[in-house]
């Protein structure tokens, strides 16, 4: 597993080369001008970036989700699952790594390989971080209206983390 | 939409730390996070542009459009708005690929690549295509294969079997992008009659 995560990308990089070189491209140009699309694509998303680093980095400075769990603990007593889960998954639509942070926390508190560690495992694995995305496509390419798309990837989000506790239910519960 | 989540991480962050104390914490935070945000670019900026450096040759010897052909089964279903020779979906099929293998960085710059592609023959600039939105669900969703990030911090953290949640992450993530194909393809097809 690790071999292969290690091998893919040397590998893909070696075979698009190979492939140009074989198909008379001239590659170092190349290569050049779409750096160089590459460097205004940044400039482009570059205040995107920012204002949604600023606006989630803020939001969990403020421990605003921290505060409003104390209402749904009992609930999460009943159900038998330990409320330290509840941020991550509220989160994980808005921040990859504040959900990724709280899952290393839970993986020091409980083991990688508690139900909870597991749970988080797969929460994290199971989306990725809708708003950003988001945010950064449609802010790349200054589209303002984004119609439906925000509902269905929140849905979308919604179905994955339920499905995510379910699943880890019915394989390790 | 992004506009009103966006305000409101802004208005409950500020209101609630005002009611809870927090005031240095906030105004710490106002003052340093563009910093963190600039700093987030300052990541990505060498990895985008080596990709569209790199994927700019893979487009440029036909090898993008082979990885879209292989791909065009399922892209056609997905995105039939689009010509079958359509530039963008070679950069979805690369974007897709990546993503599937856990190379969430290297995903990134192809998308951003092929949202420009569908772009271009947008005939409102400022609004979001059916493509583009099919897309997004398709990326939001996350359809990760190998989870590389989890399984380092599992193996981080000393966890007998490190991949053991390879198989329930495939799961939840495959519910979530259907779930989230369906609701948009529903959505679609409910406009067009």
Redesign the interface.
């Known amino acids: 597993?690790n071999l292969?995560?290690k091998i893919?990308?040397p590998l893909f990089?070696l075979f698009?080369?190979f492939?140009?070189v074989?198909?008379r491209?001239n590659?170092y140009d190349?290569?050049?001008?779409?750096?160089k699309?590459?460097?205004i694509?940044?400039f482009h998303?570059?205040p995107t970036?920012?204002?949604?680093?600023?606006?989630?980095?803020?939001?969990l400075?403020?421990?605003?989700i921290d505060?409003m769990l104390g209402f749904l603990k009992p609930l999460f007593d009943f159900a038998n699952v330990p409320i330290d889960i509840l941020p991550m998954a509220l989160l994980r639509?808005?921040s990859g790594t504040a959900s990724?942070a709280i899952?290393?926390d839970i993986?020091?508190h409980f083991?990688?390989?508690s139900y909870i560690?597991?749970l988080a495992?797969?929460?994290?694995?199971?989306?990725?971080?809708?708003?950003y995305?988001?945010?950064?496509?449609?802010g790349?390419?200054?589209?303002?209206?984004?119609?439906?798309?925000?509902?269905?990837?929140l849905?979308?989000?919604l179905?994955?983390?339920?499905?995510?506790f379910v699943?880890?239910f019915i394989?390790?519960g | 939409?992004?506009?009103v989540?966006?305000a409101g991480?802004?208005f409950?962050?500020?209101i609630?730390?005002f009611l809870?104390g927090?005031i240095d914490?906030?105004n710490?935070?106002?003052l340093t996070?563009?910093t963190?945000?600039?700093n987030?670019?300052m990541e990505?900026?060498p990895l985008?542009?080596?990709?569209?450096?790199?994927?700019?040759?893979?487009?440029?010897?036909?090898?993008l459009h082979v990885f879209a052909r292989m791909l065009n089964p399922i892209l056609r279903r997905l995105f039939p708005s689009l010509p079958k020779n359509h530039k963008a979906l070679g950069y979805i099929a690369s974007n897709i690929g990546a993503?599937m293998?856990?190379?969430?960085s290297?995903a990134?710059?192809f998308?951003?690549?092929a949202?420009?592609e569908?772009?271009k023959d947008?005939p409102?600039?400022?609004?979001?295509t059916e493509a583009?939105?099919t897309f997004?669900?398709l990326?939001?969703?996350?359809v990760?294969l190998?989870?590389?990030?989890?399984?380092a911090?599992?193996i981080m953290?000393?966890?007998?079997?490190?991949?053991?949640?390879i198989?329930?992450?495939?799961?939840?993530?495959s519910?979530?992008?259907i779930?989230?194909l369906l609701?948009?393809y529903f959505?679609r097809r409910r406009k067009r009659y």
């Open positions: 597993m292969l995560s893919v990308i990089v698009i080369i492939y140009g074989k198909k491209v590659v190349s290569f050049l001008e779409g750096a699309e590459g460097l694509m940044v998303i570059t970036v920012l204002a949604m680093v600023f606006a989630v980095n803020i939001f400075d403020s421990h605003f505060g639509p808005i990724l899952m290393n993986f020091t083991g990688p390989d560690g597991r495992s797969t929460l994290q694995g199971c989306t990725d971080t809708t708003i995305v988001l945010a950064l496509y449609f790349s390419i200054k589209v303002t209206k984004t119609r439906y798309s925000l509902p269905v990837g849905f979308a989000d179905m994955g983390i339920i499905a995510a699943i880890t394989f390790f | 939409m992004v506009n989540i966006w991480l802004i409950i962050a500020i609630y730390s809870t927090e914490t906030i710490n935070g106002i996070h563009a963190s945000g600039i987030l670019i990505m900026m985008i542009v080596l990709w569209t450096g790199i994927m700019k040759i893979a487009e440029k010897s036909g090898l993503n293998l856990g190379l969430g290297a990134t710059p998308g951003l690549k949202m420009e569908l772009q947008n409102k600039k400022d609004t979001a583009m939105i997004l669900v990326n939001t969703g996350g990760t190998i989870p590389t990030t989890v399984i911090l599992r953290h000393g966890s007998v079997n490190p991949t053991e949640i198989i329930t992450s495939i799961l939840a993530t519910v979530s992008s779930s989230g609701l948009d959505i």
